[in-house]
């Protein structure tokens, strides 16, 4: 029983052993769609977090503090192969419908005021608040819907005090898909886009 134990595996082990070193050794690909990790994303929005606080981004920002008032706004803040950082000031009452990041990974760092979101969790909408300070990753398949939270937890609707999150996207954003909850307690896909917006078109 033992000899037979052995002989069934060494086929395999014999195949390997014939097969170049240059493929043997090379390091196994990643299935995932992006070097980094949702650590990796969290950092990135927290740095650049930072770097707007700091004023780093001034240059970026709208004329004299003059935040829109009516629509969400975003400007992109870095920008590569791997990774797109946005930040983007959010109006109340604007949420961004229920979507997807399509394959990419999301993370979210709020600099100011606060952001309400719905997660879809499988059987309902589960919401929480992110205030100031706080930090969000989203893995592949997280699906929600992100609105400014109401003024109790944001600040005062003061257009010189404006919610503001930063987001990093990798790989960078190419579509999203919209859902909507059916009255079965399930989710239906109800449009896909391709965009490289975050968090909804824009306006
Ligand atoms: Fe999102």
Redesign the pocket.
Known sequence: MRSSAIAVSSPARTHAARLPAEITERPVASALPTRLRPADLLRLTDEGAEDVLAGRYDHLLPDGGAWPADNRWAVRLLADEEVDVWLISWVPDRS?EL?D?AGSL?ALTVLSGALSEFRWNGKELRQRTLSAGDQAS?PLGWV?D?VRAPDQFAGAADPSNPTLSVHAYSPPLTAMSYYEVTGHGTLRRSRTVLTDQP?GDVK
């Open positions: 961004t979507h990041h999301g989203f929600h992100v968090e």
